[in-house]
T-cell receptor, first 113, second 112 residues
Framework: NAGVTQTPKFRVLKTGQSMTLLCAQD?????MYWYRQDPGMGLRLIHY???????AKGEVPDGYNVSRLKKQNFLLGLESAAPSQTSVYFC????????????FGSGTRLTVV | KQEVTQIPAALSVPEGENLVLNCSFT??????LQWFRQDPGKGLTSLLL?????REQTSGRLNASLDKSSGRSTLYIAASQPGDSATYLC???????????FGKGTRLSVIA
């Protein structure tokens, strides 16, 4: 049982390049989330999804897009990377809302130069 | 907007000490309060979840309490061990489908 898997684990991008981070869960969870974690800033919510085909903005959505075409996958896209997007990105999923049963992936460390 | 604050930001204690980590939240209309552990370079692992109707939860040497009226939660760690060294984050679960709101964490070092 893999839980939540994030790919890639590490990436270096040049300013202006685009990329997609993939989050996959095998627990049949309805809810999925993307957070970024920066020193001194804690975990901040980027976007989330309450079910297949749905997405919603979080606290810091600018510069990111997401898609949830399949229930098990939640993609985070950076169309034109900026140095300010250098961060560690965490995906999480939960069976339902209300904060229950969050399972986190191991993170993607992204550096934009 | 819910805000979650954790004090102190970092804590260093000798092995064997009992310790308390603090968490405060601004909106008492929470569904639950959770504590997570994060090891360096890793994701978060859920430790304890306290429902809004509960006062505390216990797991082994860990005890978490919740006082909604004062907007506070504490995580008590008994007989601390070097293996407890990690960052501890608390998160408030708003009602409805809204995701968890996290504090910035307390980085704990237990010195052997």
């Amino acid at each position: 049982n893999a839980g939540v898997t994030q790919t890639p684990k590490f990436r270096v991008l040049k300013t202006g390049q685009s990329m997609t981070l993939l989050c996959a869960q095998d627990m049949n969870h309805e809810y999925m989330y993307w957070y970024r974690q920066d020193p001194g800033m804690g975990l901040r919510l980027i976007h989330y999804s309450v079910g297949e085909g749905t997405t919603a903005k979080g606290e810091v959505p600018d510069g990111y897009n997401v898609s949830r075409l399949k229930k098990q996958n939640f993609l985070l896209g950076l169309e034109s990377a900026a140095p300010s997007q250098t961060s560690v990105y965490f995906c999480a999923s939960s069976l339902r809302g209300g904060g229950h049963g969050y399972t986190f992936g191991s993170g993607t460390r992204l550096t934009v130069v | 907007k819910q805000e979650v604050t954790q004090i102190p930001a970092a804590l260093s204690v000798p092995e064997g000490e009992n310790l308390v980590l603090n968490c405060s939240f601004t909106d008492s209309a929470i569904y639950n309060l959770q504590w997570f552990r994060q090891d360096p370079g890793k994701g978060l692992t859920s430790l304890l979840l306290i429902q809004s109707s509960q006062r505390e939860q216990t797991s082994g040497r860990l005890n978490a309490s919740l006082d909604k009226s004062s907007g506070r939660s504490t995580l008590y760690i008994a007989a601390s061990q070097p293996g407890d060294s990690a960052t501890y984050l608390c998160a408030a679960g708003p009602p409805g489908n809204t995701p968890l709101v996290f504090g910035k964490g307390t980085r704990l070092s237990v010195i052997a």
